[in-house]
């Protein structure tokens, strides 16, 4: 069933093995047909974010062949449906999307995803924030969701600057909790102080350490989820009262951590991991549903993303080389 003319073929950035930016191929192909419960979205914006990058270099928790489409998230419309309830529901809408765990991606004109991976945008959502509606959004809420359930009124998170660490900012301020933030350059440290932080750590200063103990002992800190990984780790374990907790949701230095035994021992501290797809599929589908319409309403003011600069398909290699060279400081959007 389609909503509009579909062309029979389209353009799409083919990843043509796990090597990085310089595997991506503009290619012509076929536009593909959606199966039983599966719906065609006409792709509108697909940013490029850090999970992107991990992916191109064959280090994503998403284990694909290639050649394949990259991109994770984006936004939509969906042009055709292959049949079921949901997927006629769904027919004409303006969606958020995420790419299936098997197959092709957003950075194509057209992709067929499961329509249980379409998720309607509110009406105040233009497709440019909706297609930067899953991946933070959803994480900043769930980082609020853990800090709320732990009885935290304070928090550590890293690489601060990032779309996310402005949206935890934001979110933590109205509910109260204190963010120590961490960041790794002085324009950063000024970027957040400027949007209201009151506590920004720059963790290429001498003396980093010391006062990242100190900020963790004066505002009660026991939780800090970590973008960076590596060093940056064994540090905030390092700093957190005894029974304190890291969670590290992104490996952004792309190191190993080596972490003392002591801090387990003897000190009750733990580490674990987040990821957001394993921590959505946890809630029902009501949970689901609540949590969408909360972020969706959100979008707007402290959900919202800036945007730094767009670049059509064709260029899809200059947008990941130049996000790679800047990432603070707004998003790359892949536009088809
Ligand atoms: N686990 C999950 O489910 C999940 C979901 C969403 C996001 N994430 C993670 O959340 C993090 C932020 O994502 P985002 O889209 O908000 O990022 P973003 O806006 O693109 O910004 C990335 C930030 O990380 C900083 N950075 C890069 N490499 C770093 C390093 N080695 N050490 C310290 N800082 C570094 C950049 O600073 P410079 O300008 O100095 O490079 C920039 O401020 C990423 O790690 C992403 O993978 C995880």
Same mark, same amino acid.
């Given at each position: 069933m389609a909503a509009h003319p579909i062309p029979e073929e389209m353009t799409a950035v083919v990843l043509q093995e796990y090597a990085g930016a310089q595997a991506l191929q503009v290619v012509r192909r076929p536009v593909p047909t959606p199966g039983p419960q599966e719906v065609l979205i006409r792709v509108a914006a697909s940013p490029v974010n850090p999970s992107d990058l991990a992916f191109l270099a064959g280090r994503y928790g998403l284990d694909k062949p290639a050649p394949v489409v990259p991109g994770i998230e984006g936004s939509g419309t +969906? +042009?055709? !449906? =292959? $049949? $079921?309830v949901m997927g006629r529901y769904l027919l004409g809408k303006r969606v958020a999307c995420v790419a299936p765990a098997r197959g092709d991606g957003l950075w194509a004109e057209y992709m067929v995803a499961p329509a249980g991976n379409a998720l309607p945008l509110h009406r105040s959502v233009e497709l440019e924030q909706g297609a930067m509606s899953l991946a933070n959004p959803l994480t900043a809420l769930a980082f609020m969701e853990i800090a709320r359930a732990g009885g935290h009124t304070a928090i550590v998170n890293t690489a601060a600057a990032s779309a996310l660490g402005q949206m935890v900012l934001r979110l933590a301020a109205r509910a109260g909790i204190v963010v120590i933030n961490v960041v790794r350059r002085q324009e950063q440290v000024e970027l957040l102080t400027r949007q209201g932080a009151a506590v920004v750590l720059n963790s290429a200063d001498e003396g980093f350490p010391g006062r990242l103990r100190d900020a963790c002992q004066q505002h009660r800190a026991r939780l800090a989820f970590d973008a960076v990984a590596g060093t940056m780790t064994a540090q905030l374990l390092e700093a957190l009262p005894n029974n304190g907790r890291v969670t590290v949701y $992104? =490996?952004? !230095?792309?190191e190993a951590t080596e972490i003392l035994a002591t801090h387990f021992i003897f000190q009750g501290k733990s580490v674990d991991g987040f990821w957001l797809t394993p921590w959505m599929e946890r809630k029902n589908l009501l949970q689901s549903m609540l949590f969408w319409r909360r972020a969706q309403r959100l979008m707007t003011s402290a959900l919202q993303t800036h945007v730094r600069v767009r670049y059509p398909l064709a260029e899809a290699r200059n947008a990941v080389l130049d996000y790679q060279r800047q990432m603070t400081g707004g998003k790359v959007l892949i536009i088809p």
């Open positions: +969906v +042009v055709a !449906s =292959g $049949g $079921g $992104g =490996g952004l !230095s792309m």
